[in-house]
């Protein structure tokens, strides 16, 4: 099975920047997901890391460390509209498959 | 743009019925993922297809079947309907697999009475 773990919940200012971690324990590894999720819609792909290092695009980045089982998000120069559930999901293999299995999710509330 | 289309967006249905979900990726995708999001829960990854050929199995239950037609749009069939499969269901698109930014439909919401 999987473990991934993510904050519950985290708050900051408009106009921050908020890092959003997510760890996470499994065999089979095969990439990580990052999705935003506004409540009551679908979500919406932000990134997929597979290979060690950040990838950056534009306010939103990636960063992925598969040594220490660990990705986060960054989020920079905050906005009201980027309150909402962030989550991590990690895809592995599972018999003859690749499952993404989503974490619980952060959520995020950006304040004035 | 053109994105993804769900249909139908409202589902209500009697235990024990069957329901059939659909799912038209944008044009172009190749790759299909169904998804389902029971309520306050994570979503969780049921089905993948890519160039009309089952890729990825997640956590479909045996009561599902789910197939990409020849168009690539996709059908979830749903039997013998329970009232935990009272969910959202989610389908995305891609184009070129996993890797590739997923695009998100507005979803289904199924409710089973």
């Known amino acids: 099975g999987q473990n991934i773990d993510q904050p519950t919940e985290m708050t900051a200012t408009e106009g921050a920047i908020v890092q959003i971690n997510c760890t996470y324990q499994?065999?089979?590894?095969?990439?990580l997901f990052w999705y935003q999720q506004h409540a009551g819609e679908a979500p919406t792909f932000l990134s997929y890391?597979?290979?060690?290092g950040l990838e950056e695009k534009g306010r939103f980045s990636s960063f992925l460390s598969r040594s220490k089982g660990y990705s986060y998000l960054l989020l920079k120069e905050l906005q009201m509209k980027d309150s909402a559930s962030y989550l991590c999901?990690?895809?592995?293999?599972?018999?003859?498959?690749?499952?993404?299995?989503f974490g619980r999710g952060t959520s995020l509330i950006v304040h004035p | 743009a053109a994105g993804v289309i769900q249909s139908p967006r409202h589902l209500i249905k009697e235990k024990r019925e069957t329901a059939t979900l659909k799912c038209y990726p944008i044009?172009?995708?190749?790759?299909v993922y169904w998804y389902q999001q029971g309520p306050g829960q994570d979503p969780q990854f049921l089905i993948s297809?890519?160039?009309?050929?089952?890729?990825d199995k997640g956590s479909i239950p045996d009561r599902f079947s789910a197939q990409q037609f020849s168009d690539y749009h996709s059908e979830l069939n749903m039997s013998s309907l329970e009232l935990g499969d009272s969910a959202l269901y989610f389908c995305?698109?891609?184009?070129?697999?996993?890797?590739?930014?997923?695009?998100f439909g507005p979803g289904t919401r199924l409710l089973v009475l």
């Open positions: 995305a698109s891609s184009r070129g697999g996993f890797q590739e930014t997923q695009y």
């Open positions: 499994t065999s089979g590894f095969n990439g």
């Open positions: 890391n597979v290979l060690d």
């Open positions: 999901a990690v895809r592995a293999r599972s018999g003859g498959s690749y499952i993404p299995t």
């Open positions: 044009p172009r995708h190749d790759t």
């Open positions: 297809f890519y160039e009309k050929m089952q890729s």
